[in-house]
């Protein structure tokens, strides 16, 4: 989130005689990230990029508080200056006019907080110029005091707030009921905006049942200020961070309180906006407060106490920083700091909800003293000069363009996969590794196959009805050992909304380009399944197994297709080029020849049995299917005389003899 701070508005809060520049190249160096400082009205604005679990830093105080940190750590003299606001004990009434408060219903645990009063002699006044003017530099609309006050507290001390006309909610039955919404309401926003709710959302209704605030968000035209409002009910709530969220994101509606309310605004920072912004009500329209505070705060949250050794700063930072100096960096962040003995005792403040375990204050020392200032220090240790021998990078390479090039796609899932996943895989629960601490449900096991979560991606992609996807990437074997890495293999995985004929030859076209030489196809009995079997220097090597429904389903027939192949075993019998052979010095002869085949004939048990029909066969392909006739074209080669018709003959009648004694099939046209 970026927030937009003019720099005498900074000033307000920081004691500091450093100047524009030094102030954005500390904050940039230790804290929150000065983008660009830019010119507006006349005036330096500083550009801030805060990160997103640091709403505390959300304001022109947490810029501040931040900034006299880093600045006084930097050998700059700065300091935050003290907020002089009104306790909730001191608040009273400052008319004898006194307006009854609505009746507030809030049974939610969704809320954390809620602070409200009633203002009156509420005037139609203009917003003062230095206000609007410093609304107008942080790129803010600007309309009139009664509302602009809201907003301009809320930046400068980072807790949203809101003023509902108090005529307007009392004569909607005097009642405010916090509730959950149900599906189809409706509402109107104040900017005229109409929404329908999906159920689920945190709501305010008035007596009837009617929407009258979308809390923590925007408010609802029904309940606005306008220049005819008399009386102000002026309201801060905080609520369940998860259902502010659930709620903006849902109607798309991003405003400045929802980003804050999301990322869990400190609730105790609601009595010193409350305070401020009661003064300026009083200040600039001459408001007075004409109820008793109302204030629902049934959980105040007290901060734990975590031990942090003095030995994790040095591990973690990578040398010794002198205990004085870490106590005193975490006591200005606004920690209590108790030493025993050899480590600390540390409550951080309320506002910092981000510091929950010792590393976090590791990086909270880290980044105040200076990772510029940590000292160098070159990595301990030998380069490896053995290259392992698990690594395919020429080989992973080669695969990954060859299969981009015939059309798939490559994709990246994760190595930790659901129970329900693991169980796909074809092993038991027990022979993955579990996850001690998974973050979620759907990442805790090693995974033991890649096509669990390949499937998964195709069957998160119904409209996409022809998806081929791979993945390379590695599978965990647990060692039996408990104190073990689990064995790393590298797999090539498949899935293919496909047929297997197209399934089939992708494979045969890979391994042709990786210049294996010798590889057979060998189905199982159900013709589910297929292994990959290579064969060198005498040794066969297996390298996967291909699975479909019906493996001599037609052509036509789509269907799933995994298959998974081990790149060890690969790379055993891959070449980077042919080995020569020189040219034939005959001419070959080539023909075709069209079977009309039975369903569920192997083809690839044909092929191979027609070129075990003579030595003279050199090449047998399979050009083209109609319905059940097969063509195939046969090249002929004889090393020593150039073949003619007569010698083919033989040869011919023989393999159809072959072909119909051991498949159920017919030559289409006579011998």
Same mark, same amino acid.
């Given at each position: 989130m970026n927030i937009l701070i003019p720099h005498h508005w900074l000033l307000e809060h920081l004691e500091t005689k450093a100047t524009p520049e030094q102030i954005r190249k500390q904050l940039s160096l230790a804290g929150p990230s000065v983008e660009r400082i830019q010119e507006k009205e006349g005036e330096t604005v500083y550009d801030i990029e805060v990160t997103t679990n640091r709403v505390d830093s959300m304001s022109v105080r947490g810029i501040a508080r931040e900034a006299a940190v880093i600045l006084d750590h930097a050998k700059i003299p700065a300091q935050l200056k003290p907020l002089h606001l009104m306790k909730f004990s001191q608040l009273q009434p400052t008319t004898t006019q006194l307006l009854p408060l609505p009746k507030i219903s809030h049974q939610l645990a969704a809320v954390k907080r809620i602070t409200t009063v009633v203002l009156s002699q509420i005037k139609p006044t203009a917003t003062p110029e230095w206000m609007a003017k410093r609304l107008r530099q942080i790129d803010q609309n600007v309309h009139w005091a009664?509302?602009?006050?809201?907003?301009?507290?809320?930046?400068?001390?980072?807790? &949203?707030?809101?003023? *509902?006309?108090?005529?307007?909610?009392?004569? =909607?039955?005097? +009642? /405010? #009921?916090i509730d959950i919404a149900k599906k189809n309401e409706s509402f109107t926003t104040l900017d005229g905006e109409r929404y329908t709710t999906v159920g689920g959302e945190v709501i305010f209704r008035a007596q009837d049942g009617t929407i009258i605030d979308l809390p923590a968000i925007k408010g609802t035209l029904n309940t606005a200020v306008d220049q005819n409002t008399k009386n102000i009910l002026f309201w801060i709530e905080n609520l369940d961070?998860?259902?502010?969220?659930?709620?903006?994101?849902?109607?798309?509606?991003?405003?400045?309180?929802?980003?804050?309310?999301?990322?869990?605004?400190?609730?105790?920072?609601?009595?010193?906006?409350?305070?401020?912004?009661?003064?300026?009500?009083?200040?600039?329209?001459?408001?007075?407060?004409?109820?008793?505070?109302?204030?629902?705060?049934?959980?105040?949250?007290?901060?734990?106490?975590?031990?942090? &050794?003095?030995?994790? *700063?040095?591990?973690?930072?990578?040398?010794? =920083?002198?205990? +004085? /100096? #870490?106590?005193?960096?975490?006591?200005?962040?606004?920690?209590?700091?108790?030493?025993?003995?050899?480590?600390?005792?540390?409550?951080?403040?309320?506002?910092?909800?981000?510091?929950a375990i010792p590393v976090d204050f590791v990086e909270e020392v880290a980044r105040i003293y200076g990772y510029h200032n940590i000292p160098n220090k070159i990595m301990g240790g030998t380069l490896p000069l053995k290259r392992p021998d698990d690594a395919y990078f020429d080989l992973e390479e080669k695969i990954k363009n060859f299969l981009s090039l015939v059309g798939l796609q490559e994709v990246y899932t994760y190595s930790l996969v659901s129970e329900k996943q693991a169980l796909k895989s074809g092993y038991q629960l027990k022979d993955h590794l579990k996850l001690a601490n998974p973050l979620t449900e759907d990442k805790v096991y090693l995974r033991r196959s890649l096509l669990p979560s390949l499937n998964q991606v195709i069957a998160e992609n119904p409209t996409s009805t022809d998806l081929e996807l791979f993945e390379v990437a590695k599978i965990y074997r647990p060692t039996g050992q408990e104190t073990q890495l689990p064995q790393e293999q590298m797999k090539l995985a498949f899935s293919f909304r496909s047929n297997y004929r197209r399934a089939r030859g992708i494979i045969e076209g890979l391994l042709d380009y990786l210049f294996v030489e010798d590889y057979q196809f060998i189905t199982n009995k159900n013709n589910t399944q297929a292994e990959i079997i290579a064969f060198k220097k005498q040794k066969h090597h297996s390298l996967g197994i291909i699975n479909a429904s019906n493996i001599t389903l037609p052509a036509s027939s789509i269907g799933l297709i995994n298959a998974e192949l081990d790149l060890n075993s690969l790379s055993q019998v891959a070449q980077s080029q042919p080995h020569y052979q020189p040219l034939a010095k005959t001419m070959p002869l080539i023909e075709d020849l069209t079977f009309e085949i039975a369903k569920n004939t192997k083809i690839g048990d044909l092929i191979a049995a027609i070129k075990q029909t003579s030595p003279l066969i050199h090449q047998v392909e399979l050009k083209d299917v109609y319905q059940q006739r097969y063509s195939f074209r046969l090249t002929y080669l004889d090393p020593q005389n150039n073949l003619a018709a007569p010698d083919i003959m033989p040869i011919r009648q023989k393999i159809v003899h072959r072909v119909k004694q051991r498949f159920p099939a017919e030559l289409v046209g006579k011998v």
């Amino acid at each position: 989130m970026n927030i937009l701070i003019p720099h005498h508005w900074l000033l307000e809060h920081l004691e500091t005689k450093a100047t524009p520049e030094q102030i954005r190249k500390q904050l940039s160096l230790a804290g929150p990230s000065v983008e660009r400082i830019q010119e507006k009205e006349g005036e330096t604005v500083y550009d801030i990029e805060v990160t997103t679990n640091r709403v505390d830093s959300m304001s022109v105080r947490g810029i501040a508080r931040e900034a006299a940190v880093i600045l006084d750590h930097a050998k700059i003299p700065a300091q935050l200056k003290p907020l002089h606001l009104m306790k909730f004990s001191q608040l009273q009434p400052t008319t004898t006019q006194l307006l009854p408060l609505p009746k507030i219903s809030h049974q939610l645990a969704a809320v954390k907080r809620i602070t409200t009063v009633v203002l009156s002699q509420i005037k139609p006044t203009a917003t003062p110029e230095w206000m609007a003017k410093r609304l107008r530099q942080i790129d803010q609309n600007v309309h009139w005091a009664a509302i602009d006050i809201t907003n301009y507290v809320t930046h400068e001390l980072g807790h &949203p707030c809101h003023a *509902f006309d108090y005529d307007k909610m009392m004569n =909607l039955g005097g +009642k /405010i #009921i916090i509730d959950i919404a149900k599906k189809n309401e409706s509402f109107t926003t104040l900017d005229g905006e109409r929404y329908t709710t999906v159920g689920g959302e945190v709501i305010f209704r008035a007596q009837d049942g009617t929407i009258i605030d979308l809390p923590a968000i925007k408010g609802t035209l029904n309940t606005a200020v306008d220049q005819n409002t008399k009386n102000i009910l002026f309201w801060i709530e905080n609520l369940d961070a998860k259902k502010v969220r659930f709620s903006s994101m849902t109607h798309d509606i991003r405003t400045v309180a929802a980003e804050l309310n999301e990322r869990n605004v400190d609730p105790h920072l609601a009595e010193p906006t409350f305070s401020f912004a009661l003064k300026l009500y009083q200040q600039i329209i001459g408001a007075k407060i004409a109820s008793n505070l109302y204030d629902y705060f049934p959980h105040p949250q007290s901060m734990k106490t975590i031990t942090v &050794p003095l030995a994790v *700063f040095q591990r973690y930072l990578g040398f010794s =920083l002198d205990q +004085k /100096i #870490i106590i005193s960096i975490l006591t200005k962040l606004g920690c209590k700091v108790t030493q025993e003995k050899q480590q600390l005792l540390i409550s951080p403040p309320t506002y910092r909800q981000d510091l929950a375990i010792p590393v976090d204050f590791v990086e909270e020392v880290a980044r105040i003293y200076g990772y510029h200032n940590i000292p160098n220090k070159i990595m301990g240790g030998t380069l490896p000069l053995k290259r392992p021998d698990d690594a395919y990078f020429d080989l992973e390479e080669k695969i990954k363009n060859f299969l981009s090039l015939v059309g798939l796609q490559e994709v990246y899932t994760y190595s930790l996969v659901s129970e329900k996943q693991a169980l796909k895989s074809g092993y038991q629960l027990k022979d993955h590794l579990k996850l001690a601490n998974p973050l979620t449900e759907d990442k805790v096991y090693l995974r033991r196959s890649l096509l669990p979560s390949l499937n998964q991606v195709i069957a998160e992609n119904p409209t996409s009805t022809d998806l081929e996807l791979f993945e390379v990437a590695k599978i965990y074997r647990p060692t039996g050992q408990e104190t073990q890495l689990p064995q790393e293999q590298m797999k090539l995985a498949f899935s293919f909304r496909s047929n297997y004929r197209r399934a089939r030859g992708i494979i045969e076209g890979l391994l042709d380009y990786l210049f294996v030489e010798d590889y057979q196809f060998i189905t199982n009995k159900n013709n589910t399944q297929a292994e990959i079997i290579a064969f060198k220097k005498q040794k066969h090597h297996s390298l996967g197994i291909i699975n479909a429904s019906n493996i001599t389903l037609p052509a036509s027939s789509i269907g799933l297709i995994n298959a998974e192949l081990d790149l060890n075993s690969l790379s055993q019998v891959a070449q980077s080029q042919p080995h020569y052979q020189p040219l034939a010095k005959t001419m070959p002869l080539i023909e075709d020849l069209t079977f009309e085949i039975a369903k569920n004939t192997k083809i690839g048990d044909l092929i191979a049995a027609i070129k075990q029909t003579s030595p003279l066969i050199h090449q047998v392909e399979l050009k083209d299917v109609y319905q059940q006739r097969y063509s195939f074209r046969l090249t002929y080669l004889d090393p020593q005389n150039n073949l003619a018709a007569p010698d083919i003959m033989p040869i011919r009648q023989k393999i159809v003899h072959r072909v119909k004694q051991r498949f159920p099939a017919e030559l289409v046209g006579k011998v």
